[in-house]
């Protein structure tokens, strides 16, 4: 028995979920999931929607692991507007863990992206951890660029939503799963273990491969004044 776990734990370990990409190969697949979102009118995240959002989280690539039960992973980043509202801050690697990610999942990768909607929700994002659904309230987001948030749900929530597998592009509520900084990738990144707050609130110079995403954000978000 003892030999059969050492062996299942060493499977899993070695298995392509488990595979990490460099943070900067991260951030690009961030903007890439972005654009390819938004660059389908019909099928995007509404626009009224993102020209609300206080916060913008991207992971790309969430996987569900084929060895180990129910654990879902995932590494993205997290950015903020600016207090101004002209242009976004220096995104903030974090981690997504655990949680209900519904059946569009499965046992493939998927690309989720999140709005945060107001105030409540943007300071959540301070903490050393959070869980979508009990530390931030969470709802599956309408698709496509001119659809309304009707629903009580997507109006209260401070977080809403999305999820793309295999071209499918659809609303999906992550609760249960937790988020967290990646203070290591951020030290990739800003040459020090920062936190999310740390990031979001420095005056540090913007990585470059951070960019491609910033840039990405700023053509599909209207600035807030």
Known sequence: MKKLLVLTVAVACSAPWLTAKGTD???HDAAAVFHEIMATP????????LNRAKCVVIVPGLKKGAFVVGAEY??????CRKPD???????AAIRVE????????????TDVVMLVMNDRGMHTLDKDKFTLGADASIAAGPVGRTAAAETDAMLNSEILSWSRTRGVF?????????????????RELYGQRLNTREVLHSSMATPPAAQPLISELDRYSMHKG
Do not use: H, Y
């Open 25 to 27: 190969d991260r951030l």
């Open 42 to 49: 019909d099928k995007g995240i509404p626009q009224d929607l």
């Open 74 to 79: 995932g590494k993205g980043f997290v950015t």
């Open 85 to 91: 509202g002209m242009g976004w801050e220096d995104p």
């Open 98 to 109: 655990g949680g209900s990610f519904g059946f569009q999942i499965g046992g493939q990768e």
């Open 170 to 186: 659809a609303g999906i509520a992550l609760k249960g799963a937790t988020l967290r900084p990646d203070m290591d990738d951020n």
